[in-house]
């Protein structure tokens, strides 16, 4: 199959990259930066008649969409951005692999809950009470993705990091290998994600998919590729198992890496004030994604360790 990545030059994105390399399918990484040495397709998703001629042109059957305004505190005073990337790009996307017949993945985030109170894991079906603008914009992605009735893939993560580009976990290896203390909040309850662990759970999708269409229109070039809809069409969540705090992901960032001089305190989130409140537990239930596709979750800290080492350039400790 022909399948397009946007946003390919992300944190996700490259995950995507390592993962195609072990697949038999042709990847087109798209987006609007170019990174020396990565081969890469430009392509404007906020642009209708952009995303329909690539998708007509290359023939595309699956579309996987990493690109997003992800900027979480700038968001809240540039709205109107983020809800032409987070919600109106998406939709073209989805319009466009509607008429195509294709499926589009989506990649949402814990953000679209948070304002009601609650303590057991997020679960797919449950109401989005966003407490900031981009919380919002990635809701209203996926409440247009849904209106459009493309068959969609729509995968809620949660702090996300990797080897590549700007994340917590970079963020933290730095500052715990040269401040002597450090304050994180310890108020703020989630699951990091591995982007390569995400990456493959796609991947996964992908050849559910793959398996669903070859069944009902067969390889022949005269089938109707809209004959059916997809029937794992839907919302799930994907995150790695377990749950920590901030603080406690980053004591543990700091101890695969060796930084023990530094001192790390817990705080709590007011002593840090930001535009935005941010949700105070956000675990998702994982369930449906593991039943449906059949996927092993890793734990956190166990992808944890294999990202530092990757970072490191070394093995896992």
């Not at 995507?16 to 397709?41: H, K, P, S």
């Not at 901030?246 to 930084?259: L, Q």
Request: hydrophobic share 35%; proline share 5%; with cysteine.
């Amino acid at each position: 199959m022909n399948i397009l990545v946007t946003g390919a030059n992300g944190q996700l994105g490259n995950e995507m990259r390592i993962v195609a390399r072990q697949a038999g399918d042709n990847y087109i990484f798209t987006d609007v930066n170019e990174v020396e040495g990565l081969t890469t397709t430009y392509l404007d998703i906020t642009d209708i008649d952009a995303v329909r001629a690539i998708v007509r042109e290359r023939d595309v059957q699956v579309v996987v969409n990493c690109a997003a305004y992800t900027n979480v505190d700038a968001a809240e005073t540039n709205q109107p951005l983020a809800e032409k990337l987070n919600a109106e790009a998406p939709e073209n996307l989805a319009v466009a692999m509607k008429e195509a017949g294709g499926l589009l993945i989506q990649i949402s985030t814990d953000y679209v809950f948070g304002k009601e109170p609650y303590n057991t894991p997020c679960k797919e079906d449950q109401q989005g009470t966003p407490t900031g603008v981009y919380g919002l914009t990635k809701l209203h992605g996926e409440q247009r993705i849904v209106r459009t009735g493309c068959d969609h893939v729509i995968i809620r993560t949660a702090w996300l990091y990797s080897e590549f580009g700007k994340n917590f976990c970079k963020t933290m290896l730095g500052l715990t290998a040269t401040k002597p203390q450090l304050k994180v909040v310890f108020d703020q309850v989630g699951t990091p994600t591995y982007a390569y662990d995400l990456a493959q759970a796609i991947a996964t999708v992908v050849e559910d998919y793959r398996r669903t269409r070859l069944s009902r229109i067969g390889d022949t070039p005269t089938a109707n590729p809209t004959a059916s809809a997809y029937l794992h069409s839907g919302v799930y969540h994907f995150s790695n198992e377990g749950v920590c705090s901030w603080y406690d992901f980053t004591k543990m960032i700091a101890d695969y890496a060796g930084h023990h001089d530094c001192d790390i305190q817990p705080c709590h989130s007011d002593e840090f004030p930001s535009p935005v409140k941010r949700p105070a537990f956000s675990v998702l239930d994982k369930t449906k994604i593991k039943q449906t596709f059949g996927i092993k979750v890793p734990y956190w800290t166990d992808s944890l360790r294999i990202c530092i080492a990757n970072i490191n350039n070394k093995q896992p400790l």
